[in-house]
């Protein structure tokens, strides 16, 4: 059974960074996509960052030019580089991966929050 295990969740104040890490028990490289999702007390879960296998990232609108997303392959493992971080940002952060088959994996979250 593949694991996905986020860690690097805190309190910061506004315009402050974070990394985020999701380690896996299989092999970054072969999944298809690997995402960091998002959701914020009250709502629903939404797509924040992607890789795919092919290196390919793309990114929600609220966030482009503040995350990046990556991935180290000798880890294992896909990172969340937040930048400037809003009050706006804070919920829990999930890690999603995707295989070939389209079998889906999801981690336990990891809490954000920015604050003063």
């Known amino acids: 059974q593949v694991q996905l295990v986020e860690s690097g969740g805190g309190l910061v104040q506004p315009g402050e960074s974070l990394r985020l890490s999701c380690a896996t028990s299989a092999r970054v490289f072969n999944f298809a996509a690997m995402r960091w999702y998002r959701q914020a007390p009250g709502k629903q879960r939404v797509m924040v960052a992607t890789i795919y296998s092919t290196g390919t990232t793309n990114y929600a609108d609220s966030v482009k030019g503040r995350f990046t997303i990556s991935r180290d392959n000798a880890k294992n493992t896909i990172y969340l580089q937040m930048n400037s971080l809003k009050p706006e940002d804070t919920a829990v952060y999930y890690c999603?991966?995707?295989?070939?088959?389209?079998?889906?994996?999801w981690g336990q979250g990891t809490q954000v929050t920015v604050s003063s």
């Open positions: 999603y991966a995707r295989n070939t088959w389209s079998v889906e994996y």
